[in-house]
């Protein structure tokens, strides 16, 4: 199975199992590989396997860019060996074994096998494969900023228009009351009810 393994500041490492299609790489905890604190985006990348079964790396327009080999990068087929840069943070991709791609709800994306600093590797337990088709995609939206409309503001909307088109009604009658008598409208209300 791929794998990319992320180098922590503390001098270990952390190795995710690239077992899906698609993959959000950044700092935010709603990405599929998340990074430690420092130079890389809250989005950073994402990786896709493409219909030949290779990882395609994408920056999603980082501040401190993506590198491969030293090199930037804004779109790039990974090989095994691969050195990564995320801004400041270092990770490896490995390739040996074929890709073999499952369904994300089936099998989500996880740590398997995390090192301490001069401490020998946990073995890595292996993980239930499900073969999907390699071209199975779905959409990533990382870089689609989500909208501030739900899905009930019309509902939120209606009721406020309920509300402000009456009290501007009322509130234009009260002026031109004024305005024709001389008089505020409650004033005339006031004598009405109490005369």
Partial sequence: ????????????????????????????ADNDI??????????????????????VLTD???TNQTKVNGQAVELRVLEHGDGLLFGDVRAEYHSEVAVRVVRMEEQPTRI???????????????????????????????TARRSSHSQDGGCFALVVFAL???????????????????????NYLANYLHP
């Avoid at 794998?3 to 503390?10: A, N």
């Avoid at 096998?113 to 990533?140: F, N």
Wanted: hydrophobic share 45%; no cysteine.
């Fill in 1 to 28: 199975m791929p794998k990319i393994i992320i180098h922590l500041p503390d001098g270990s490492s952390a190795k995710y199992g690239l077992n899906g299609p698609t993959f959000t790489i950044g700092r935010a």
């Fill in 34 to 55: 998340v990074l430690p604190p420092g130079a890389a985006s809250s989005h950073h990348a994402v990786l896709r396997v493409s219909e030949g079964g290779d990882f």
């Fill in 60 to 62: 999603l327009e980082s």
């Fill in 112 to 142: 398997y096998e995390q090192g301490a600093p001069g401490a020998p590797a946990a073995a890595a337990r292996p993980a239930p494969v499900v073969l999907a088709p390699a071209s199975v995609q779905r959409p990533v939206s990382t």
């Fill in 164 to 186: 402000v088109l009456p009290a501007a009604f009322f509130g234009g009658l009260v002026l031109r009351y004024h305005q024709e008598k001389g008089e505020w409208f409650w």
